[in-house]
């Protein structure tokens, strides 16, 4: 118990030397427990001190890269510390140590990373490969001989980074790093036109109205089907949303009015047609907004007579019948 009648000084010097006395005891502590190598936070082996613990995890990674090649690494999170050897447990040497860790590891190796909102979808040995991926899914949800507002975008957040990944988790090139995020949670279903099909039959088969296919396939003519034409007809769940904004050029029929002129010398009721209507044409600019190939909005954004419509006039009988 601390004397009473001790000076400021002294109080301080008696409460140093307790904390070094403790510090001394936790020390002595830790020196005499055994040491663990842990994998993803749980413990797999013990040895008697930090030097024997780092030796057994520089076996393990040495026999990971003779098997797999001097790039790989663990693919799990190693640490080593001080743990009390279990009930049944003894200490190992580090050749014992190291194989006992190489069964609760798997090899990994440094890779480009593709992540959709923070979760890693696939990887590819190279940044380059990576990106051409992510533009192979760009081109295969943008339409054909289509005037691009903006380039494509992806709708989720989507970057490429480098990171260390399971050996097994990399891909071979970007063609199958683009079908993976297209694949996703479950393909598209597309339908291949064989000979004497018509796109309302093929329609009914997939239980589509003849306006949802043409939705499916914006850029393909219905009506004009050849065999062999490949016909979406049921979209998929990519693990990502192109968006893409563009510009098609339509004409369209405009309709002619009609007016009728009363006219007292024909006979009462009597219809005569004096100059028939004719409909007009323009040229109509639209602005679409699709997303993996379906579009989600339109409006038109210019429009232009190219031919006025004549207003057919019809003149009506008022005289006596």
């Known amino acids: 118990m601390l004397r009473t009648g001790l000076s400021w000084g002294e109080r301080v010097v008696y409460w140093v030397v307790i904390l070094g006395l403790l510090s001394l005891l936790v020390f002595y502590r830790r020196a005499t427990l055994p040491v663990a190598i842990f994998v993803n936070g749980k413990p797999v082996a013990w040895v008697s001190n930090f030097r024997l613990a780092n030796r057994a995890v520089e076996l393990a990674k040495s026999k990971f890269q003779e098997q797999y090649g001097h790039d790989v690494d663990f693919a799990e999170p190693i640490d080593i510390g001080n743990l009390p050897l279990p009930s049944g447990q003894k ?104 000979s004497g ?52 050029v339509k004409k369209e029929s405009v309709p002619f009015k009609t007016e009728r002129r009363f006219v007292p010398h024909l006979p009462g009721g009597a219809l005569v047609t004096k100059q028939r209507g004719k409909e007009g044409l323009k040229e109509v600019v639209l602005e679409i907004t699709a997303e993996n190939g379906l579009e989600v909005q339109r409006k038109v954004v210019k429009e232009r007579i190219l031919k006025e419509p004549v207003t057919e006039v019809i003149l009506v009988g008022g005289g006596l019948r």
């Open 91 to 194: 200490l190992m040497s580090p050749s014992e140590a190291s194989e006992l860790l190489l069964k609760s590891v798997s090899p990994a190796r440094k890779a480009w990373l593709i992540v959709v909102n923070d979760q890693v979808v696939t990887a590819l040995k190279s940044k380059s490969d990576a990106e051409q991926a992510l533009e192979l899914v760009k081109a295969h949800f943008t339409p054909k001989n289509v005037t691009l507002v903006k380039e494509p975008w992806f709708k989720e957040k989507v970057v490429v980074r480098e990171g260390k990944i399971g050996i097994n988790e990399i891909v071979a090139d970007a063609e199958t790093a683009a079908q993976k995020l297209m694949g996703g949670l479950e393909p598209p279903k597309y339908h291949f036109v064989k």
């Open 197 to 248: 099909e018509f796109a309302v039959r093929i329609a009914r088969r997939y239980g589509l109205t003849l306006e949802e296919l043409q939705r499916l396939n914006p850029d393909k003519n219905l009506d004009r089907l050849k065999v062999g034409d490949k016909l979406l007809v049921k979209m998929g769940k990519p693990l990502v949303t192109v968006v893409c904004v563009y510009q098609v």
